[in-house]
């Protein structure tokens, strides 16, 4: 998985409660993006960075924040947990520029009851 | 508001058949049209890509064709196997303005032995 780490593999959590997902790199990309994917609607955009402490908003943002403090490392935070946000997430990198290939992480499975 | 149209939902072809997915966009920024390939339990991997300015693109088994007067473009798999069983999505990026992917919905293939 190009150097990827998703934790936690698996998380189950209650409504209202906060979760943070983290995503490691090793290969110094400048870009790291966060994705759900759910059935039908296969993965959709929830955040990006385009380098350390630059963020921006995916398609389906509300509910989640997202921090990059360092090259390696971007997390995701689902403030207060809904059930709408059972999914599985997958984090992705990429050079970026004329670099366009995105690898994927192995996934983290998030179920709140 | 789905960018990139993706059909069919599931394909189960024969062993030794040609599997066909095709994709339709709107945004003609798009310019780059990569497709990915996902098996169960895993995180999307990049299988073959093209730019608009190529008609087709082969790698091994997989082709891509792309037609950009009528914004579609469809992967063939040619000798399917076994295990080409998995979901495959396409996807496209305007890498001018915000370098991020927007995938199909997805196509879970069956190859039958």
């Known amino acids: 998985d190009a150097g990827i780490t998703q934790s936690p593999r698996h998380k189950v959590t209650e409504t209202g409660t906060p979760v943070t997902l983290r995503c490691h790199q090793t290969?110094?990309?400048?870009?790291m993006y966060w994705y759900r994917q759910d059935p039908g609607h296969g993965l959709r955009l929830i955040h990006y960075s385009y380098g350390v402490k630059d963020t921006d908003k995916g398609e389906v943002s509300d509910g989640y924040s997202v921090s990059r403090s360092k090259t390696e490392d971007f997390l995701l935070t689902l403030e207060s947990a809904t059930s709408s946000q059972t999914s599985v997430y997958f984090c992705?990198?990429?050079?970026?520029?004329?670099?366009?290939?995105?690898?994927f992480g192995p996934g983290t499975r998030l179920t709140v009851t | 508001q789905q960018q990139v149209k993706q059909s069919p939902q599931s394909l189960i072809v024969q062993k030794g058949g040609i599997s066909i997915i095709n994709c339709a966009y709107e945004n003609t920024a798009f310019d780059y049209f990569p497709w990915y390939q996902q098996f169960p339990g895993k995180g999307p991997a990049l299988l073959i890509a093209?730019?608009?300015?190529?008609s087709e693109k082969k790698e091994g088994r997989f082709t891509i064709s792309f037609n950009k007067s009528a914004k579609q473009f469809s992967l063939h798999i040619m000798d399917s196997q076994p295990g080409d069983s998995a979901t495959y999505f396409c996807a496209a990026i305007d890498g001018g303005a915000t370098n991020k992917l927007i995938f199909g919905t997805g196509t879970l293939l069956a190859v039958q032995p």
């Open positions: 290969e110094n990309h400048r870009y």
């Open positions: 992705a990198i990429s050079e970026g520029g004329s670099h366009y290939e995105q690898y």
């Open positions: 093209i730019r608009p300015d190529v």
